[in-house]
Antibody, heavy 118, light 110 residues
Framework: EVQLVESGGGLVQPGGSLRLSCAAS????????MSWVRQAPGKGLEWVSG????????YYADSVKGRFTISRDNSKNTVYLQMNSLRAEDTAVYYC???????????WGQGTLVTVSS | QSVLTQPPSVSAAPGQKVTISCSGS????????VSWYQQLPGTAPKLLIY???RRPSGIPDRISGSRSGTSATLGITGLQTGDEADYYC???????????FGGGTKLTVL
C-alpha cells in the first residue's frame, strides 16, 4: 500500500523558514517523480515544485522560485521542501504527491498546514 | 489567475451527463498530456484521467476525457450525488517548465 506521510508544517512568521518532509512507502521510490502541491484555504490547487526520480531534475512554480528548494533522499525514501523567505500568501495545506506516468499525481499525502503569520 | 481556464461551476440532475471544459494554450494543453482530478470536500484530490483520456485502475467508464487542440474536456455520465465535488484539470507547461492546474470547477448534482 502506497503511503505518503508529511511532516514539518506549522506556524511561522513572515520571512521565516520551514522544512517539510514526506516519507514514502509501498513503491519503488526512486522510480517516480515527486511533487509538492498546495491549497490555500478555500482556494484551488497550486503545484509548487517537482523533482525527478533520480533527483537530477527540479522544477518550480514562478511564485516560489528562488525561495523554495525541493530535494530527495532515495536511500531514505523521503522528499523535502525547504521553504525560505515565507510570505503570508504561502499559507496553505501542502500535499506531498507521487508521480504516475509523468507529472500527474496518483497518490497524495494527508497534507500538512503551513501558516505564515505574525 | 490560473494558466488553465475552467468554468467555476456546472450543474446537472442525477442520471444526466455533464462536461467540464479546460482551456489552455500551445505551451500546455496543445502539446502535453492532460489529467483530471476530483476533490471531495475535506479530502485530497483523486486522479480520474491521465494522458488525456486514460482511466487509472478503479475509475469507472462513466468518466471520460478528451483533448482537442488547446482544450480538454471531462465527461461524467449517469451523475450521482456522490459526484458532487471540485474538479481540476492539470498538465505540464513547456514554457514555464512547471505543472499548471485549472482554477477548479464545482459540480452540483441537483
Amino acid at each position: 500500500e502506497v503511503q505518503l506521510v508529511e511532516s514539518g508544517g506549522g506556524l511561522v512568521q513572515p520571512g521565516g523558514s520551514l522544512r517539510l518532509s514526506c516519507a514514502a512507502s509501498g513503491f519503488t521510490f526512486s522510480n517516480y517523480a515527486m511533487s509538492w502541491v498546495r491549497q490555500a484555504p478555500g482556494k484551488g490547487l497550486e503545484w509548487v515544485s517537482g523533482i525527478s526520480g533520480s533527483g537530477a531534475g527540479t522544477y518550480y512554480a514562478d511564485s516560489v522560485k528562488g525561495r523554495f528548494t525541493i530535494s530527495r533522499d532515495n536511500s531514505k525514501n523521503t522528499v523535502y521542501l525547504q521553504m525560505n523567505s515565507l510570505r503570508a500568501e504561502d499559507t496553505a495545506v501542502y500535499y506531498c504527491a507521487k508521480g504516475f506516468v509523468r507529472w500527474e499525481v496518483d497518490y497524495w499525502g494527508q497534507g500538512t498546514l503551513v501558516t505564515v503569520s505574525s | 489567475q490560473s494558466v488553465l481556464t475552467q468554468p467555476p461551476s456546472v450543474s446537472a440532475a442525477p442520471g444526466q451527463k455533464v462536461t467540464i471544459s479546460c482551456s489552455g494554450s500551445s505551451s500546455n494543453i496543445g502539446n502535453n498530456y492532460v489529467s483530471w482530478y476530483q476533490q471531495l470536500p475535506g479530502t485530497a484530490p483523486k486522479l480520474l484521467i491521465y494522458d488525456n483520456n486514460r482511466r487509472p485502475s478503479g475509475i469507472p467508464d462513466r468518466i471520460s476525457g478528451s483533448r482537442s487542440g488547446t482544450s480538454a474536456t471531462l465527461g461524467i455520465t449517469g451523475l450521482q450525488t456522490g459526484d458532487e465535488a471540485d474538479y481540476y484539470c492539470g498538465t505540464w507547461d513547456s514554457s514555464l517548465s512547471a505543472v499548471v492546474f485549472g482554477g477548479g470547477t464545482k459540480l452540483t448534482v441537483l
